[in-house]
């Protein structure tokens, strides 16, 4: 590519311009932007307040001081930037540039390469794994087909937004209540495809696109429902615990009353936002009732094969439910509680997880494995599972920098003398929903949640509110794949594109945050 010669003739200008133009395209600029700001930012002046952040995490334990970097703030605030640019311009692969994390925070010493590497054997993991191997079943048995059927057999009319809500919507939000949004996405997920693919809509045609982001944004408003539908929530828990020394905490009804009304909010401010800001070009819902009927009379009665997988996610819905149920009951029942631990500990959100994986390999229909070893190797996204292992990763290193801490302290300066509890809460929710734009909502809560009580501490007012506050709008954000699970799934199924799901996310949340900010105070003084 050569220069412009500003002699040429104004049509080759015009042609040079129109070449350069090509060349520097979002990918190409991403790329080199990335570690551009990277190196910007490390090679700045170090301000005395990030030192002085970098000597209060080393000598947290002056038993077992902790040496590092004196730009470690600064090193993770570069990593966090040049990690976000690759994501949003998807320059490389997301999981290539989850990768940049535990590579720059390991070789810096933020994080020792075991505590980094393994953030990609987290068990949340483990969950997006058994979503995909559940997936691959129900497709290879064909019985996403016919429970598609009956899904858009439920809604009679032919307005496609209508149908979208009722399919792809109202499924996944109802699946919530079984305590992981992540599970719920992935068995609703292979359904709305199959629906998808009988509708004639296209894989990139915008109705396609359009129910693809209803069905995370209604899973990511579930998420606000139960003290245990996704991570942030128990995180806000267990920090309410360890600032009241275990003489305070979140029970699973508080949670109820106060998650309720925002997840309802958000159920249909998303499931709104998104038709009105992609405006799909289908102006009736394309369904073949008599198609339908037809493939319903083909698939006959349900083979051995279909009630075998259907079984299997009966099994891990149950095994997901029954450890929130007995902990509900436990809340009324102090009896029990030693039997709600108890089943904490052997069956966390993980164990049916990995049970799916080894019945699915194990169990055989006629010889023939429920899943083949091959067919189960290419039914999981592994760029989906490098993308949240890195987000994880990148939470660590956030807090292990003392940038967290930091932060925290840089927001207290700003707030005055006497902040309001209003304030502190209203903070505290932008502080958590900015950070699960940098990390995953799990890596985010993490960090904003105790700072959240610091701030509320500092200013003598009930740190309860912050820390709920802080954990709820962690789940708000899903304007790019890395924020929460449901959004790294359906973004896996090429029907939806980042800036689409970017310009979604971005109108939706912040309705969603205003409503918490709003709302959020007055529902938690009622409860507590």
Known sequence: MSWIDPKSDPKMQRSQLKGWAKWLNKQRIGLILGPLLFVVVFVLPTPQSMLDAVHAIEMADPENPIDLPDRAPQLALGTLMWVLVWWVTECVPLGVAALVPPLIFSMAGILSWNTALTSFTNPIIWIFIAGFVLAATFRKWELDRRIAIRLGSVYKGSNPMVAAFFVAALPVFILTLTGSITASTSVVFPFLIAYLS????????????????????????GAMLFLISTAPNLIAKSTVEEFSSYTETVTFLQWLVVGTPHAIIGLFVTWFVVFRVLKPEEKLNKVDKRKMC????????????????LGLLVLAISLWIIPAAVKAVAAGNPDIQGLADDL??????????????????????????????????????WNVIFLFGGGIALGLGLEASGF????????????????????????????????????????????????????????EVSYIPPIIGAALACSISSAIPSTTPPMAIVYSSGYVKIWTMFKVGIVSDFIRLAALIAMGPFLIEFVF
């Open 198 to 221: 009988m509708t004639g809509a296209k894989a990139g045609g915008k109705y396609s696109e359009a129910c693809m982001l209803v069905l995370a944004q209604a899973a990511t408003a």
């Open 294 to 309: 037809d493939v319903c009379d083909q698939l006959g009665r349900m083979s051995t094969g279909e009630k075998v997988v």
């Open 344 to 381: 904490g500990k052997i069956m966390p959100e993980a164990m049916p997880a990995v049970l799916v994986i080894l019945l699915a390999g194990v169990i055989r229909i006629k010889r023939e494995p429920l899943l083949r070893w091959e067919e189960l190797a290419k039914g999981v996204d």
């Open 404 to 459: 967290a801490d930091w932060l925290a302290g840089q927001i207290a300066g700003s707030l005055g003398n006497d902040p309001s509890a209003w304030l502190i809460f209203a903070v505290s929710c932008l502080l958590g929903f900015v950070l699960s734009y940098a990390a995953s909502n799990t890596a985010a809560a993490l960090i904003a949640c105790p700072i959240a009580a610091s701030l509320a501490i500092g200013a």
